[in-house]
């Protein structure tokens, strides 16, 4: 199928390893990983440990392997156990990228706006990591080891990606707004963060297309649209027809946050320039989610 290309997804059960999934069904062969929820079929990989993860590879024998990976619980989890983070989100990079060394396969590795401090707002590909958390720290260390010891790779950083996922256990913050929504319960979103939403399934598009490109460099993948969370997620209600009457603005940091960057907008014209895929404002995204969601479940609305 496909031209030989084989897809090993780590994460598959997640929000983009789904949507990533469902991109390259039927158009390559592909094989999915999960880790500590049981996700038929896919295939158990602990990517802390080395051996798993060469057995994992042996057994698929990808020509390409993305890391959709993520410890539950993000910036704030990582905060609270630094030494499980270090060990996932570095230690687990670099033995995927041993592994891919070993085995001729093209590592992709998705990063995050959180490793940069956002003093200037604007970020370019070429900009100076400055992490402000631990996940930062370990994201921008596993970017630099990456470019340091693999031929064949590509680094995707990207921000606030959002989907439809009503069956997460990790829901995103689009999710988590519709959850204390359906539960009428107040829900208090940052207005102090800004970024740029990120469709999902644009980026799962992306990841194919940068996937099968021969460069191997770092792009930034986001959302056109920048503004606050709280904006984002009081356009989404208009748009999605939820009551937006239990979303409140969170104007103020709180006395002890997580440290966030607070305000990151990615530069995507080097992706825009290179590649063919389209990455929607959020008014646009968010028409195409309401599709999404009618679809597949109707009576949300």
Known sequence: MGESKNFLIIGANGLIGQALAREVDGKYDWKGTYFRRLSAPYLKCNIMDFRDVVSTLDSVKPTHVVCCANLAGGVNFCEKNPDLAKRFHFEGIVNLGKSCLEHHAKL???SSECVFDGKKEI????????????YGKWKAESEQWICKHLTDFTIIRTMFVFGWQPDT??????????????KKEKIYVP???????????????????LSLSQKNDVYHVAG????????????????????????????RTPKNPPVYSQRICFDTEKFHSQHKTKLHSLDEALAMLKDEIDQTAPCVH
């Open 108 to 110: 992709v590795f998705l």
């Open 123 to 134: 970020y370019r590909e070429d900009d100076h990591p400055n992490p402000l958390n631990i």
């Open 169 to 182: 256990v990790t829901p995103n913050a689009l999710m988590k707004a519709y959850f204390s929504i359906s």
């Open 191 to 209: 207005a102090f963060r800004w970024g740029n939403p990120t469709y999902v399934h644009d980026l799962a598009k992306a990841i194919v297309e």
């Open 224 to 251: 056109r649209s920048y503004l606050s969370r709280y904006e984002w997620i009081k356009k989404a209600c208009d748009i999605l027809g939820w009551d937006s009457s239990w979303v409140y603005s969170q104007d």
